[in-house]
């Protein structure tokens, strides 16, 4: 069974700090898929990794996939109320049979930005 | 361009009842997948449909069941329902199978009582 561990699960910040969120695993994923989820909505994809050492950015937030493909982080510089949410990350892999896609997602890390 | 929408938003139940829950996916996506969030177990694959055929199934029950229609829409059924049934159901569509990335709707809240 592939698991995804992010820490922190929890993380209150004030306005302006920086912060990192981190998404550990034991095992390759081919993918590795950020989400930000809002109270009362579904998650929202933010960002889509594939390649091992890969580093994204989006604006003010920062993904980089481990160079094993078993890790990721999402840094964010100058955090915003805005930013508030739940950040999911999900692994992307082929099942046993090697014929299905399938995500595994971790529990998250619930971020609250203080004004 | 519409998103995935999930109705109802709201539901609640007794335990022993049983729940049909409708996704419709975004115009075009072909494949639908469910899932099930709660605070202790975060976000577990349900199963994903695909041209009406279960393609994928995660580790529940079968008294979760689900189904695809010819224009895509898909409906989850929990059956015998149980307290621990209580969560946020997503629904996920992306346009062929196994695709990434998935678009989720905004979910069914179901509440057994």
């Known amino acids: 069974t592939q698991l995804l561990e992010q820490s922190p699960q929890f993380l209150s910040i004030q306005e302006g700090e920086n912060l990192t969120v981190y998404c550990n695993s034991s095992?390759?994923?081919?993918?590795l898929q950020w989400y930000r989820q809002e109270p009362g909505e579904g998650p929202v994809l933010l960002v889509t990794?594939?390649?091992?050492?890969e580093v994204k950015k989006l604006k003010r937030l920062t993904f980089q996939f481990g160079d094993a493909r078993k890790d990721s982080s999402l840094h964010i510089t100058a955090a915003q109320p805005g930013d508030t949410g739940l950040y999911l990350c999900?692994?992307?892999?082929?099942?046993?049979?090697?014929?299905?896609?399938?995500?595994?997602f971790g529990k998250g890390t619930l971020l609250t930005v203080n004004p | 361009k519409a998103g995935v929408t999930q109705t109802p938003r709201y539901l609640i139940k007794t335990r022993g009842q049983q729940v049909t829950l409708s996704c419709s996916p975004i115009?075009?996506?072909?494949?639908v997948s469910w899932y099930q969030q709660t605070p202790g177990q975060g976000l577990q694959f349900l199963f994903e449909?695909?041209?009406?055929?279960?393609?994928n199934k995660g580790n529940f029950p079968g008294r979760f069941s689900g189904r695809q229609f010819s224009n895509s829409r898909s409906e989850m059924n929990v059956s015998t329902l149980e307290l621990g049934d209580s969560a946020l159901y997503l629904c996920?569509?992306?346009?062929?199978?196994?695709?990434?990335?998935?678009?989720f709707g905004d979910g069914t809240r179901l509440s057994i009582l």
């Open positions: 996920a569509s992306s346009p062929r199978q196994g695709m990434e990335p998935q678009h």
């Open positions: 095992s390759v994923f081919s993918s």
């Open positions: 990794v594939v390649t091992g050492g």
């Open positions: 999900a692994g992307g892999s082929l099942d046993s049979g090697g014929s299905n896609y399938k995500l595994t």
């Open positions: 115009s075009g996506h072909r494949s």
């Open positions: 449909y695909f041209s009406e055929t279960q393609r």
